[in-house]
């Protein structure tokens, strides 16, 4: 089963998101976020092997892009825009078995170090998410 909790605490992702007014994610009044567009019945796979955390919906805003599983999935997940290192529609089945919308984070960086030298190395993390909407059209 999916900790879509832990992943997101471990990515710096907002979990849980706040519900606003008519079933919609609560906005930032701070940012002057506001909502772009939205899309029903889009699953999201998280990490490599593309786990999914169920259905639900997209919402794209100013600031951030959220999902907010539906009543059988994992919960809501948000992430700012500058988290996001990489974004492409990906058709290639080798790499995943559906159509999607493939996202790269950034989960900052760690610094490593080598034993044998003492020297400190910094090295680039990152994780995938995948938007798979019901309907192909809606990824592109």
């Known amino acids: ?27 930032s009044a701070e ?7 939205s899309f029903a019945d889009v699953e999201l796979a998280v990490g490599e092997d593309g786990t999914s955390a169920g259905q639900g919906t997209v919402y794209i805003t100013t600031r951030r892009l959220i999902w907010v599983g539906d009543a059988n999935s994992s919960g809501s997940i948000a992430c700012h825009y500058r988290q996001i290192s990489m974004h492409a529609v990906a058709r290639d089945t080798e790499a995943f078995s559906r159509p999607c919308v493939y996202i790269q984070l950034d989960e900052g960086s760690e ?19 995948r938007l798979v909407p019901q309907d192909e059209v809606q990824g592109e």
Do not use: F, T
């Open 1 to 27: 089963m999916l900790d879509l909790k832990g992943y997101c605490q471990r990515l710096g992702l907002d979990w849980d998101v706040e519900d606003g007014e008519d079933d919609k994610p609560a906005l």
């Open 31 to 37: 940012e002057d976020e506001e909502l772009s567009c």
């Open 111 to 129: 610094v490593m170090q080598d034993n044998d030298d003492e020297e400190e190395e910094e090295e680039q993390l990152s994780a995938e998410l």
